[in-house]
Antibody
């Protein structure tokens, strides 16, 4: 059974860096059939995909334009986890942050992605 | 970005009712459409992927249909545990995007 366990601070000061980690059990961060993803949720923005890291012979990243330039998602193969760093945070970055596995699923000869395993969520408040 | 629009935004229904939620994409996403259920204080739960495939462990009263730009989630006979917020999400292209949600409440 795959599980994701999030850790990191719930309070970050404006202009500082938000750092969260997602520990994976039951799967590998180097899996060729998954993308390791961060999503956040706030009343103003709803569910917002932030980005992902995935391994397909080499490592790739995709990021949302809304946070591009401020975000880094890094896999750590030695610890089997992945992390989120969001720089220069403002109160608008206040949200519940989730990590998720976006798994590639074969359906009728094609492959589709579905976020089938989620972390427990971390409420992050940006405030001085 | 692909915009996902759900309707209705909220819905009141009774146990054993049949309920349908609609999701429209701003461009053709073929069948790259997922549905999630979220309860207060919990992470979203994947119900349906590839527009109509039931995720393992999800009751068969949930079903999805559609392709292209128009999709539906149907709950054939509402159970008390189904009262929650439902989201669609496109997996066709990045940035992956979600609908704004449909809150299903008890009548």
């Amino acid at each position: 059974q795959v599980q994701l366990q999030q850790s990191g601070p719930g309070l970050v000061k404006p202009s500082q860096t938000l750092s969260l980690t997602c520990a994976i059990s039951g799967d590998s961060v180097s899996s060729n059939s998954a993308a390791w993803t961060w999503i956040r949720q706030s009343p103003s923005r709803g569910l917002e995909w932030l980005g992902r890291a995935y391994f397909r012979s080499k490592w790739y990243n995709d990021y949302a334009i809304s946070v591009k330039g401020r975000i880094t998602i890094n896999p750590d193969t030695s610890k089997n986890h992945f992390s989120l760093q969001l720089n220069s945070v403002t109160p608008e970055d206040t949200a519940v942050y989730y990590c998720a596995r976006d798994r590639s699923i074969p359906v009728a000869g094609s492959y589709y992605f579905g976020m089938d395993v989620w972390g427990q969520g971390t409420t992050v408040t940006v405030s001085s | 970005d692909i915009q996902m629009t759900q309707s209705p935004s909220s819905l009141s229904a009774s146990v054993r009712d049949r309920v349908t939620i609609t999701c429209r994409a701003s461009q053709n996403i073929i069948s790259y459409l997922n549905w999630f259920q979220q309860k207060p204080g919990k992470a979203p739960k994947l119900l349906i992927y590839a527009a109509s495939s039931l995720q393992s462990g999800v009751p068969s009263r949930f079903s999805g249909s559609g392709s292209g730009t128009d999709f539906t989630l149907t709950i054939s006979s509402l159970q008390p545990e189904d009262f929650a917020t439902y989201y669609c999400q496109q997996s066709y292209s990045t940035p992956l995007t979600f609908g704004q949600g449909t809150k299903l409440e008890i009548k």
